[in-house]
């Protein structure tokens, strides 16, 4: 019996998270690989909109050459949101309110095979998304939809819910050089 669980097929719930670099250019490189795979992959940002980033005409190349639909990146946010004892932007809530129904919407749908809900444990970590609503949803997916999430402090609700759990650690960066983010590797 052991044998044939370890090969029973079903969609995982992976998180991505950690102080180090890498989050998302991991969930991005699986997203890839699904999409390789003839997969449909959806990829929401929660908090990224205001800057243009190399992965998002990627994104749009690599939808038109496997078919529309295949793999897109939405950009629900307008950026860095104020933390750390300032007031939150009320537009910044609702963009994350209005990311998070669009997240609930597809995960729903049985329309894809691959969610990545980047950035998402920073919108828990800042309070603009309680983290029992979103393991609601997750609980209620299709059974063969993967979902990863992204972002430090991956909430406790979400990790015990998961079914792999990566942490990224930095050992070294180039910003603590004066070398700042490099084109085509940061963003």
Same mark, same amino acid.
């Given at each position: 019996? !052991?044998?044939?669980?370890?090969?029973?097929?079903? $969609?995982?719930?992976?998180?991505?998270?950690?102080?180090?670099?890498?989050?998302?250019? &991991?969930?991005?490189?699986? &997203? =890839?690989?699904?999409?390789?795979?003839?997969?449909?992959? *959806? @990829? *929401?940002?929660?908090?990224?909109?205001?800057?243009?980033?190399?992965? =998002?005409?990627? &994104?749009? &190349?690599?939808?038109?050459?496997?078919?529309?639909?295949?793999?897109?990146?939405?950009?629900?946010?307008? $950026?860095?949101?104020?933390?750390?004892?300032?007031?939150?932007? +009320?537009?910044?809530?609702?963009?994350?309110?209005?990311?998070?129904?669009?997240?609930?919407?597809?995960? *729903?749908?049985?329309?894809?095979?691959?969610?990545?809900?980047?950035?998402?444990?920073?919108?828990?970590?800042?309070?603009?998304?309680? +983290?029992?609503? @979103? !393991?609601?949803?997750?609980?209620?997916? +299709?059974?063969?939809?993967?979902?990863?999430?992204?972002?430090? $402090?991956?909430?406790?609700?979400?990790?015990?819910? !998961?079914?792999?759990?990566?942490?990224?650690?930095?050992?070294?960066?180039?910003?603590?050089?004066?070398?700042?983010?490099?084109?085509?590797?940061?963003?």
């Amino acid at each position: 019996m !052991a044998e044939e669980s370890a090969t029973q097929r079903h $969609g995982l719930i992976l998180i991505n998270t950690g102080p180090g670099k890498g989050k998302t250019t &991991a969930a991005l490189g699986t &997203a =890839l690989r699904a999409a390789g795979n003839g997969m449909r992959v *959806l @990829v *929401l940002q929660f908090l990224k909109g205001s800057w243009h980033y190399g992965e =998002l005409d990627a &994104a749009e &190349a690599l939808s038109q050459s496997l078919g529309d639909g295949s793999f897109t990146i939405r950009q629900m946010g307008r $950026g860095f949101v104020k933390v750390g004892g300032a007031e939150t932007d +009320p537009e910044d809530l609702k963009m994350v309110e209005d990311a998070w129904e669009e997240a609930a919407t597809a995960i *729903l749908s049985g329309d894809y095979d691959l969610i990545v809900l980047d950035e998402i444990s920073y919108a828990i970590g800042y309070k603009m998304l309680d +983290p029992e609503r @979103v !393991a609601d949803v997750l609980r209620r997916k +299709p059974e063969m939809l993967h979902v990863i999430l992204t972002g430090r $402090g991956a909430h406790p609700v979400l990790v015990e819910l !998961a079914d792999t759990v990566t942490e990224m650690r930095e050992v070294k960066h180039a910003y603590t050089k004066g070398i700042l983010a490099q084109r085509g590797i940061e963003f």
